[in-house]
């Protein structure tokens, strides 16, 4: 059975077989396109990705981006597995080589990634949660990039930050998402 670039990126556990995992190093932003392509060639590969919040031209986003950027895992077999198409695959640079030797990566790393997906394949990184008296920063909005502290939390999916700002003080409400604790 053909494996789609999905079921590559939400595999849960790796296969027991003679096999172990290698780690590929792809051309810089074409690790899909590289999983696409080396899972064509009936290669089996893992592709962790993350999905987090970033700010993008004063708004937050929910983005997927790789764990890992420009790594991927295969799944060979020393003996069976023909490694020769796999350097010239579109999107890989190379097969990530200590010396001579090609770096192996312990299985019970893949495991333990595979065990940390949400039901879409994804990782998710912990958002820091924010509580009345730590210090935030606005991040996206007309009051974007000042900071005060958090002064209250109301149930209408508000917050009131207290900002100094020119000539005194001012209370802002403002959704959840604009602001972020500052570390």
Known sequence: MKQSADDAIKMTTPARSGKCWYLIYSKPRQEKGAVENL?????EVY?????????????????????FP?????????????????????GVSSLVRFGAEPARVPDELVTYLT???N?????EWAQ????????A???SGPLAGYEGILLAQSSRERVVILMD????????RLNPDQIEPVV
């Open 39 to 43: 899972l064509r060639q009936n290669y």
């Open 47 to 67: 592709f962790p990705q993350i999905q987090l919040w970033r700010s993008r031209r004063g708004n937050r986003q929910l983005v997927i981006e790789p764990l």
């Open 70 to 90: 420009r790594y991927l895992f295969i799944h060979l077999d020393s003996h069976s597995d023909n490694w020769a198409p796999i350097r010239s695959t579109l």
């Open 115 to 117: 065990s940390r997906q």
């Open 119 to 123: 039901a879409e394949g994804l990782h």
């Open 128 to 135: 820091p949660t924010l509580a009345v008296g730590d210090r």
């Open 137 to 139: 920063r606005v991040v």
């Open 165 to 172: 700002l020119v000539g005194g003080q001012v209370r802002a």
